[in-house]
């Protein structure tokens, strides 16, 4: 009876996989349902989000500064974010799908299922696909690439005697939907371009000329149209978006550590980046030029703190960029609390399970995705959003771990663990996140929660200077927000919660003084305005309102 069940499961695969689409759908949709109405989540300022809707709105005139794909992906929908998100979440769903079907393929029906499951259970997949970011695509587009190359690598090849059999006109077939499905992946995440060449290359070793170029030629064709309208609206030869050299220059300069940092004259956000770069490029030389100096004068540094990125490509911490996945996890209550699987489980298990098998050589051309990308990121700087396509492939390979496990294979996944795990001292932006949170609380005017988590951040921030002039700055201008708004009861406790977080700004003390004679508190109001006095002697508004009181 038991073989009669494996042998009906091997022939309906797609059974299992129809409950394991629902399965890994509701979990998502958990995510979603808990967290799309999250304030820090919507567009707003000059967020990543907000660049991603108004271009896809209103579209350029320039060359794409970032990557294509998932502006067009949010036309679809007419920019109707919840439809979006939703969108998001069934092709998040469809990854799982092709996880487990890739895991099956190579190393059987029990790591399908494992594979699965951890791709269900890996939290910050579910949370980046709920986020209007580029990242929500990339679990389903590379999941969707390495099932279709699983695919043509593990068919067998008809007659090469023969012209063209139709087992090796199916094999071509399935290495031209790889190509496409890798053209769009690139599209949506340009630095994995490094991948492509080498994979053709492996292609022509493993299955001859026809493949590789019927592979190579299938890649290009979605990215023509956006290199030609590149072209069109700028005369610039831009493949597919202008960021790289900027990129490139964040990850290789002397101030570089190997993650996100701010470029002097250049403002921190797309739209500041996209107006900047030029200007600054047009004054100082190319990104490119600079960085490659940099690295032909310091060569030693260069290689360590590439090394450095690649490391960091591995390691467990949330590098946040935009959004601190660990504050979500840890400050916001949502599903995502649940779902624990991650990078700490997810590379010991992947890279032990890929070098076990690497031996196949049609299963090593396909793992050469994983160093190829890691290289990719590391070249440029290291974000968790970024290395996100990684997650995937080790899900996949994290399933070969449980078919006929070995005690010198968990050996090896502690060992990796160790090096995965292994604290750098790296911050994971929760408390920026915090502040982020704090600053909205102000400008909604609700001071006393803000004031609660400011007293919480304050535990956990490396940087409280910042966190209390951000804070100070947000409560000082609701104030003045309120004043004009006629609610000057409220004004006055905006105004002392700044001065509390700075008391070194003497026009917060002017402004409850102005405030405390308002509503005829005469002695309090003198004594206020004597304190700014005593920060700024030569105050003309203390003394004009102390003169007012009739205080001398």
Not at 104 to 120: C, K, Q, T, Y
Not at 348 to 359: D, E, K, Y
Not at 521 to 550: F, I, K, N, V
């Amino acid at each position: 009876m038991k073989n009669k069940q494996s042998n009906a499961a091997r022939r309906h695969p797609w059974r299992r996989a129809f409950f394991i689409f629902l399965a890994a759908l509701a979990v998502k949709a958990s995510v979603l349902y808990a967290l799309h109405d999250h304030p820090l989540l919507q567009p707003r300022g000059d967020m990543d989000t907000s660049v991603y809707v108004a271009l896809a709105q209103h579209g350029t005139d320039q060359p794409f500064f970032v990557s294509p794909l998932y502006l067009y992906f949010l036309r679809i929908f007419g920019v109707d974010l919840f439809a979006a998100r939703v969108a998001q979440i069934i092709l998040g769903a469809v990854a799982v799908v092709l996880t487990f079907d890739s895991a099956r393929i190579w190393f059987g029906d029990r790591a399908a299922i494992i594979s699965a499951v951890l791709a269900m259970l890996t939290g910050v997949i579910s949370f980046y696909e709920i986020t209007i970011l580029q990242a929500a695509l990339d679990p389903f587009l590379i999941a969707a690439t390495l099932w279709l190359l699983t695919r043509a690598l593990t068919l067998k090849m008809g007659d090469r005697q023969s012209c063209l059999s139709g087992q090796t006109r199916l094999s071509v077939l399935h290495f031209a939907a790889t190509g496409l499905a890798a053209g769009l992946f690139v599209l949506n995440r340009p630095n994995a371009l490094l991948w492509i060449p080498v994979l053709a290359l492996s292609i022509l070793w493993l299955r001859g000329w026809r493949s590789a170029i019927v592979l190579s030629v299938a890649f290009i064709v979605p990215i023509v149209p956006v290199t030609i309208r590149n072209y069109v609206v700028s005369h610039q030869l831009v493949m597919i978006a202008s960021h790289g050299g900027l990129n490139f220059y964040i990850g290789n300069n002397p101030e570089a550590d190997g993650t996100y940092h701010h470029v002097p004259g250049i403002r921190p956000t797309i739209a500041g980046q996209e107006e900047d770069a030029p200007r600054v490029e047009a004054k100082e030389g190319s990104f490119y030029r600079r960085a490659f100096e940099w690295i032909r004068e310091n060569p030693i540094t260069a290689v360590r703190l590439f090394l450095r990125k690649i490391a960091y490509t591995f390691n467990q911490t949330d590098l946040a960029l935009n959004y601190s996945y660990s504050f979500f996890t840890k400050d916001v209550s949502s599903p995502l609390k649940f779902l624990i699987v991650g990078p700490w489980l997810l590379f010991p298990l992947g890279l032990v399970g890929t070098a076990i098998h690497l031996r196949r050589r049609d299963f090593a051309v396909w793992a050469l995705f994983i160093p190829m990308y890691a290289l990719s990121v590391a070249l440029f700087f290291v974000s968790s959003r970024y290395r996100l396509p990684l997650l995937v492939p080790m899900c996949i390979a994290s399933g070969a771990m449980f078919v006929k496990p070995r005690i010198s294979r968990w050996i090896a996944g502690a060992a990796v663990a160790i090096l995965v795990c292994w604290n750098f001292g790296l911050d994971d932006g929760r408390a920026h996140e915090r502040t982020n949170l704090i600053v909205y609380l102000i400008d909604e005017h609700r001071f006393d929660e803000a004031q609660q988590w400011i007293g919480d951040t304050e535990r956990i921030t490396r940087d409280p200077d910042t966190l209390h002039a951000r804070s100070a700055l947000e409560f000082k201008q609701a104030g003045v927000d309120l004043i004009q708004a006629s609610q000057p009861q409220q004004a006055l406790a905006a105004f002392q919660a700044a001065h509390n977080l700075d008391p070194t700004d003497a026009s917060n003390l002017l402004n409850i003084a102005v405030l405390e004679a308002q509503r005829g508190d005469t002695m309090s109001a003198q004594e206020h305005a004597r304190a700014a006095l005593r920060l700024r002697p030569d105050y003309p508004q203390a003394l004009g309102l102390l003169r007012a009181l009739g205080a001398h």
